[in-house]
């Protein structure tokens, strides 16, 4: 991003010099925190291969290496393969936010040899003289050396709910931001001792904490845990007892035993779902600050829309000045607009609709030789007391009161050219909500109605005479005129609303702008309840009271940037998972309390900083990829968690059954390879990445066991009755293959039928991939080095064919238990 630069405004400080800047440099005084979107290379792959059942499977590894066949450790092989995939994917998806960072990285503008440029936030040295306007975030701590009308809201630092108003020589704190006016502080913390540093660090670390999907994975992965030392204990114990004579032959089936035991991909295919999912995310210009904001907004049914920046694009035009007062003419109240407008360095949307209308303070003609750009130009000075204003007009402000989301309007006093008195123009002027600077009732407000049911937005241009630091000073302001602006839809914003009803998302719009505005805007893009806005400042102040008109209406007007977090918080109490969107300052607190936070990336640098997904491509339009990768994540993982812990279930089971029976165990550690690769680690990996338009639920532990239990205990005795029935059947040399394969034939039976229940609903590639693992196992049979290779041998007809039917039977079974939970719970996955 190329830096802009200008120059500072005559009598301001110049800011350090170019040498000064290099000598603190040199001495290390540079603003060097680490900000970070991802994790570094070394932590991926220690988290990736320093894993507890990493090492459980390591050793295990080990002892085939030292007891043989090499077959028999072919679970190390899958195990390796799968951990370089994971390191490979999260490489791709820290290289995919790396970039995205870089981009929507805040770039603070400093003033250096009397010259304001935008530079990087790692580029602050100390005694940096930082600029600050409204949505600005301190980065560093600090002192005011220039203030104008400068409120600062420290509520995420402080909890502090009030902006305060700061002057020259109050502390700035990083971590706060502008609500309204500017001014400039110089860098007195910079790097690891600013008050936020470690706060903004942690916060911009690519995590995997406070999820619910990893927190359930790892509550099954503890009770796995549990389960697993006592049977793998006993599994020891026994097949060195029972097979006494050949002590090679009770390690290779104790390992058989112990390996099923692990879910050792479910964590991998975690992270790689998340991973894959940042990845495409990337893709479309969506940086994830937090990777737990992909599943929560999965979790989403309420999603907060700002209609500024959201429903709408950012710019506006105008369209009618309507005089009400005979004492002013359109050429002078088009100079008083563009005085206005002049006095504000950084104008919010309204108020630039208005400067391009009337860029010079005259009646809006653009002959004069001076164009907006131009205006822009002389407003970059920030200074806003005593400025040359108007062109060649030589308007002059003597004060000014910055616009405000709480006040809903902003002001200045205009003194006329040459001091000439008297002069209307000459006075105090207000510009804002037509409903807050006139008293409910007043009749001009009668004929904006009409203006607002069109879906326009109405300014007030007021003239008062009390000063502008009177508490009271929209009092008795009296209307002067009215300035209709038009705003531009956002093109995709109807097809985005439309999607989230279909997925039973409720959409709510609260803005400060007024609600039949709003309605009318909402109405537009076909938002179902956009008919009836409500007007926030009659919501009841009661929580749970607020909760239930909230969820009664769709579109809210003039909301305040509390009563917006207010409305979150009311919306959660209700149980409700509450996403919002937006990109002005107005925003940010909500932005921090909601569930999600969604911010613009032309948005304030506190919208971006305080949101876990920044949409950098401004298109509203993306939000249902995003919502769509984390029910993929979820949904999906959900599936295969079920997958992997019937493989737990049925080998504890085994197990407990083995050492109580004193026999040895069914399988070798490669027949169990065969069954898992098969029947779990392929089809997983595909069903992972599938398509998932289901909405998250909670209480996932709860729904992955409810069916895992039950189908596991199926398998491991079908399986277990079938092996003991071989085992009366079969005599002489090579029984225990015989009993071993019949054993193998009846436990991929079953977890095929388990796969063929989780890939439910069906459609052609998933029947495809059911299939094919069936083939793959009947080319195993079929393939006679490769049945020798897993040491599968069926003998005569009797016994497989028993398998067969038992297998028939268990699957009938696990059909009647899916359809009862099914029944009694929410719907299976």
């Known amino acids: 991003m190329a830096a802009t630069a200008r120059e500072a405004a005559p009598g301001t400080h110049p800011g350090l010099t170019a040498a000064e800047v290099a000598a603190r440099v040199a001495r290390g005084e540079v603003n060097d925190v680490p900000v970070r979107s991802s994790r570094s290379l070394a932590e991926i792959i220690r988290a990736n291969v320093l894993t507890r059942f990493n090492a459980i499977i390591g050793a295990l590894f080990l002892i085939i290496l030292v007891v043989g066949p090499i077959q028999d450790g072919l679970f190390g092989f899958v195990i390796v393969a799968n951990t370089a995939i994971g390191i490979v994917q999260e490489l791709r998806a820290k290289k995919t936010l790396d970039s995205l960072a870089v981009i929507g990285e805040a770039r603070p503008t400093v003033r250096r040899d009397g010259v304001a440029t935008e530079v990087p936030t790692a580029a602050i040295v100390l005694g940096d003289l930082v600029e600050l306007g409204p949505g600005d975030k301190a980065v560093v701590d600090g002192r005011v050396v220039e203030a104008d009308g400068l409120e600062i809201d420290e509520s995420l630092l402080t909890g502090e709910a009030d902006p305060v108003l700061k002057q020259p020589g109050d502390p700035v704190m990083s971590g706060s931001f502008v609500v309204a006016g500017g001014g400039a502080f110089t860098a007195t913390k910079v790097g690891r001792e600013a008050y936020a540093a470690q706060l903004a660090e942690e916060a911009s670390r690519f995590t995997l904490v406070h999820s619910e999907l990893r927190s359930g994975i790892n509550r099954i992965l503890k009770y796995v845990t549990w389960l697993m030392v006592p049977a793998a204990t006993g599994l020891v114990i026994s097949q060195l007892i029972v097979e006494e004579d ?85 050429e002078q109240l088009g100079q008083v607009l563009g005085a206005l407008g002049s006095s504000d360095p950084r104008p919010n949307a309204s108020l630039q609709a208005i400067i391009d209308a009337y860029p010079d303070g005259n009646d809006g003609a653009h002959d004069d030789g001076h164009d907006a750009g131009g205006r822009d130009d002389e407003r970059d000075d920030g200074r806003r007391d005593d400025a040359h204003l108007g062109g060649h007009e030589g308007w002059r402000s003597t004060g000014t009161l910055p616009f405000s989301s709480a006040r809903k309007y902003s002001g200045a006093t205009l003194r006329a050219p040459g001091g000439r008195q008297p002069d209307p123009r000459s006075a105090t002027w207000l510009l804002g909500a037509p409903d807050v600077l006139l008293p409910e009732g007043d009749p001009v407000l009668a004929g904006i109605e009409e203006l607002n049911a069109q879906g326009l937005r109405v300014l007030l241009l007021a003239r008062t005479e009390r000063s502008l630091d009177d508490p009271r000073v929209a009092d008795d302001a009296r209307a002067v005129a009215l300035v209709v602006l038009e705003q531009r839809l956002r093109p995709d914003a109807s097809d985005t609303l439309r999607y989230f009803a279909d997925q039973d998302v409720a959409a709510k719009v609260i803005s400060g702008d007024n609600a039949v505005s709003v309605g009318a805007v909402a109405g537009k893009l076909g938002l179902p309840g956009a008919d009836r806005p409500v007007d926030a400042r009659r919501l009841p102040a009661e929580r749970d009271a607020m909760a239930t008109a909230l969820e009664g209406a769709a579109v809210f007007g003039r909301v305040t940037p509390q009563q917006k977090r207010d409305m979150v918080g009311a919306l959660q109490s209700h149980g409700h998972h509450v996403a919002m969107t937006g990109d002005g300052v107005n925003d940010v607190l909500a932005l921090k309390d909601a569930d999600i936070g969604v911010a613009m990336g032309t948005g304030s640098e506190a919208t971006r900083a305080v949101a876990q997904i920044v949409l950098l491509n401004n298109s509203f339009a993306t939000l249902p990829s995003v919502v769509a990768e984390g029910r993929r994540v979820i949904g999906n993982i959900e599936r295969v968690a079920n997958l992997f812990l019937v493989k737990t279930v049925y080998s504890v089971l085994l197990a407990l059954l083995v050492v109580c029976s004193q026999v040895p165990y069914p399988f070798l550690p490669r027949h169990l390879t065969l069954l898992s690769t098969l029947t779990i680690g392929v089809p997983a990996f595909f069903l992972a990445l599938a398509p998932n338009k289901e909405r998250a639920r909670p209480r996932f532990v709860r729904r992955v066991t409810r069916y895992s239990v039950p189908a596991g205990l199926i398998a491991g005795l079908a399986t277990y009755a079938v092996y003991l029935t071989a085992r009366g059947h079969y005599r002489g040399e090579g029984a225990l293959d015989a009993e071993t394969s019949a054993a193998t034939l009846t436990l991929f039976l079953i977890s095929m039928w388990v796969l063929a229940i989780i890939a439910r609903p069906y459609t052609w590639w998933r029947v495809g991939l059911v299939l094919s693992m069936a083939l793959g196992f009947a080319a195993v049979l079929a393939t006679p080095w490769l049945r020798d290779v897993f040491a599968l041998r069926l003998v005569g007809t009797e016994m497989p064919w028993t398998a067969v039917g038992v297998a028939a039977a268990a699957a009938a079974l696990l059909e009647v238990v899916w359809r009862w939970i099914a029944a009694w719970d929410d719907p299976a996955p």
């Open 246 to 330: 050949d002590w090679r032959e009770a390690v290779r089936r104790m390992v058989g035993g112990i390996v099923p035991m692990v879910p050792e991909g479910l964590v991998l295919l975690t992270s790689m779902a998340f991973a894959i999912g940042v990845i495409r995310l990337g893709r479309k210009r969506c940086l994830v600050q937090e990777l737990p904001a992909i599943e929560g907004l999965a979790r989403v049914d309420v999603v907060c829309l700002d209609k500024t920046g959201t429903l709408t694009e950012g710019g506006m035009d105008v369209t009618e000045l309507r005089p009400l007062d005979d004492e002013l003419r359109d």
